[in-house]
């Protein structure tokens, strides 16, 4: 972990530990290597979001905002099913995952 990232994560503590008390859970994911930094969730369902929701649907979702307007670009995102909402902000180092 880079020490820019191990210090925006201390940074964020109290924010995070305000998210854990109102939410299913989070996942902190480094964009370069596509590992989690930091999740509250359990393993099997931190990789499966990681692989699922991390990848290819940020690509697809920051590709359609880019072809509506190519001076846009996509800065978050909202996903509800049945079960949970998924709440998504890409940034260019890591990606935030809230399960709410």
Not at 17 to 26: E, L, Q
Not at 33 to 62: C, D, W
Not at 77 to 87: A, D, H, N, Q, V
């Amino acid at each position: 972990m880079s020490s820019g990232f191990d210090e925006i994560v201390r940074k964020n503590e109290p924010t995070s530990d305000r998210i854990v008390d109102k939410t299913h859970g989070y996942i902190v994911i480094n964009n370069r290597n596509a590992i989690a930094m930091k999740s509250t969730l359990e393993n099997s369902i931190t990789q499966g979001i990681i692989k699922q929701m991390a990848g290819p649907l940020i690509f697809s979702a920051r590709s359609a905002v880019r072809d509506l307007d190519s001076t846009n670009d996509l800065t978050f995102l909202r996903i509800g099913t049945k079960k949970f909402e998924y709440l998504i902000a890409p940034e260019e180092d890591f990606t935030i995952v809230v399960l709410q």
